[in-house]
């Protein structure tokens, strides 16, 4: 199984994972500060994870699934 960990101090986050083609497969609103992804049904290939906490700062990652 293959997951993906994220801590943060803020509360009130938003993720969005995007495949290459810039289609969104997940959204969730986080309101603790750490959240694992599970990433073991995606395809091979290339991810775009963005967080976003409610103040509207934003952080991406970029996920390789090989």
Request: net charge positive; glycine share 6%; no cysteine.
């Amino acid at each position: 199984m293959q997951r993906i960990l994220f801590s943060f101090l803020l509360m009130h986050v938003q993720i969005t994972v995007r495949n290459i083609n810039g289609q969104t497969l997940q959204t969730q609103q986080i309101n603790t500060g750490k959240y694992q992804l599970d990433a073991s049904s995606w395809a091979r290939g290339l991810y775009l994870i963005e967080l976003q906490s409610a103040a509207g700062v934003r952080q991406s990652y970029k996920f390789i699934k090989s």
